[in-house]
């Protein structure tokens, strides 16, 4: 029933809480605040803290180096090798992160609620940076590229993943939308991903039209009996968390749940299962590939 599509994921933005020097312009005929903001963002001497592996992807491709990175078993760029690690990116360590004397630590907006408190708490300088969309992801890098005079690393970066974009666009506009509905499964429990959320912005620029289109919320929770009256083409199923566990609870919700087998998904064997590494809940670098898998299923 399903088919198993792997990737590899990573990737997002960066923003910076500027230190710079008291020094004010007395001219406002030749400088202004914002500008001197900028200037001495390019030239001070910035501690970074590398919050999320995306993150840390993105300041390697804009050439930045860092003090510090989060946890992972995931292979990080060279530039990176030796460094301390802060813990978890979902919750890091403060005392770490303090005594390290950053300038600014760079997370993502999507832990902003389960992190200030803490970060306020040891005056930590963070930024929550905005990776819910990939529009979202781009205006971060480039709001990075001018604070950190990275302008042309930037630039370049922005138009490589555009210009996979636009190609993915006009494979899709050549073919019929398909209705797509998309599952993301956390260990326990299921949420419908709606157009707002990153899924959801992935499955728009590759062509498909989400059922849950309309809606507020990144995420709603699951009713068969409505998600049976959308009546989806494809149903793409996201494994969070503990993905092998994740999945697991997918087949047995699929095979005890008698309402699943009524739709033309099943029955037409378009179920597919997404690998978490392609597929985060925030953008990432790997936009393009990610983009490339979805087309192949919506297209195939």
Request: charged share 25%; aromatic share 8%.
């Amino acid at each position: 029933m399903k088919k198993w599509l792997f990737g590899t994921m990573l990737a997002t933005g960066l923003l910076l809480a500027a230190c710079g020097g008291e020094e004010k312009a007395t001219d406002s005929n030749t400088t202004t605040d914002a500008e001197q903001a900028t200037e001495a963002a390019a030239t001070e001497d910035h501690r970074i803290i590398a919050g999320t592996v995306v993150i840390a992807n993105i300041l390697d491709r804009l050439e930045l180096d860092a003090v510090a990175i989060p946890d992972t078993v995931k292979d990080l760029p060279a530039r990176f090798d030796g460094l301390p690690n802060i813990g978890n990116a979902m919750d890091p360590d403060a005392e770490i992160i303090k005594s390290l004397n950053p300038t600014e630590l760079l997370t993502v907006s999507t832990l902003e609620y389960d992190l200030k408190d803490s970060f306020e708490t040891y005056k930590i300088p963070a930024d929550y940076l905005d990776l819910t969309s990939v529009e979202a992801m781009l205006a971060e890098i480039e709001e990075l590229g001018n604070r950190y005079n990275r302008k042309e690393q930037a630039a370049k970066l922005i138009a490589e993943l555009n210009a996979e974009i636009e190609a993915v666009q006009q494979t899709a506009a050549q073919n019929e939308k398909p209705r797509v509905l998309i599952l993301l499964g956390v260990p326990g429990s299921y949420l419908v991903a709606t157009e707002h959320s990153y899924a959801g912005d992935l499955v728009r620029l590759a062509g498909g039209e989400n059922v849950m289109a309309g809606q507020e919320a990144e995420y709603l929770p699951s009713n068969t009996e409505y998600l049976y009256n959308s009546n989806p083409d494809i149903i793409l199923r996201l494994a969070h968390g503990m993905p092998d566990e994740v999945v697991k609870m997918f087949d047995e919700e699929f095979a005890t749940n008698d309402v699943w087998k009524h739709f033309d998904a099943v029955k037409n064997d378009r179920v597919y299962d997404l690998e978490e590494e392609l597929f985060g809940t925030t953008a990432a670098l790997n936009v393009p590939e990610a983009l490339q898998v979805l087309q192949q299923i919506f297209y195939e």
